[in-house]
């Protein structure tokens, strides 16, 4: 049982490129979440999605992205990179809002130099 | 706006010791709270989810406690071991399903 499932583990960006981040859950669960986490800071919602075909903002959305095409998927995306975008980056689901647990991947550790 | 505090930020203690952990919030409109434990370089692992509506949850040696209304809830580890040493956060949920995290409070237990 894969669980959540993320891609890359690890990347190094230079200021102004772009990348995608891939999660991807094997659960059926309705909800998906993408945080990131620094340190001292704990964690912090970048956007989330409580269906296929929708996405909503969280605490800290601004120079991300996402898109929620098939269920089982969720992408990030950072469309010009900035040093301030370093980070680890955590993507979780959950099977409702409220009712159930998040289960958590294992994390993409992102350096923009 | 959520803010979520955890304290003590870092504890060490010998093995078998009794410990509690702190979580404070600042609104009381929430829909749940959960404690997670994470492990150096690792994800999250959920320990324990409390509904609004409920007071408390046990799983195993741990107990966690909700008190709603004063904004607060206390993770319970009974009988400690060098295992349970990682990082352990809670969490709370809004009414919009935006989960808002504390910093956390990083565990040692001393062999």
């Known amino acids: 049982n894969a669980g959540v499932t993320q891609t890359p583990k690890f990347r190094v960006l230079k200021t102004g490129q772009s990348m995608t981040l891939l999660c991807a859950q094997d659960m059926n669960h309705e909800y998906m979440y993408w945080y990131r986490q620094d340190p001292g800071m704990g964690l912090r919602l970048i956007h989330y999605s409580v269906g296929e075909g929708t996405t909503a903002k969280g605490e800290v959305p601004d120079g991300y992205n996402v898109s929620r095409l098939k269920k089982q998927n969720f992408l990030l995306g950072l469309e010009s990179a900035a040093p301030s975008q370093t980070s680890v980056y955590f993507c979780?689901?959950?099977?409702?809002?409220?009712?159930?647990?998040?289960?958590f991947g294992p994390g993409t550790r992102l350096t923009v130099t | 706006k959520q803010e979520v505090t955890q304290i003590p930020a870092a504890l060490s203690v010998p093995e078998g010791e009794n410990l509690v952990l702190n979580c404070s919030f600042t609104?009381?409109?929430?829909?749940?709270l959960q404690w997670f434990r994470q492990d150096p370089g690792k994800g999250l692992t959920s320990l324990l989810l409390?509904?609004?509506?409920?007071r408390e949850q046990t799983s195993g040696r741990l107990n966690a406690s909700l008190d709603k209304s004063s904004g607060r809830s206390t993770l319970y580890i009974a009988a400690s071991q060098p295992g349970d040493s990682a990082t352990y956060l809670c969490a709370v949920e809004d009414n919009f399903n935006k989960f808002y995290f504390g910093s956390g409070t990083k565990l040692n237990v001393k062999p």
């Open positions: 609104d009381s409109a929430i829909y749940n």
């Open positions: 979780a689901s959950s099977n409702s809002g409220g009712a159930g647990e998040q289960y």
């Open positions: 409390i509904q609004s509506s409920q």
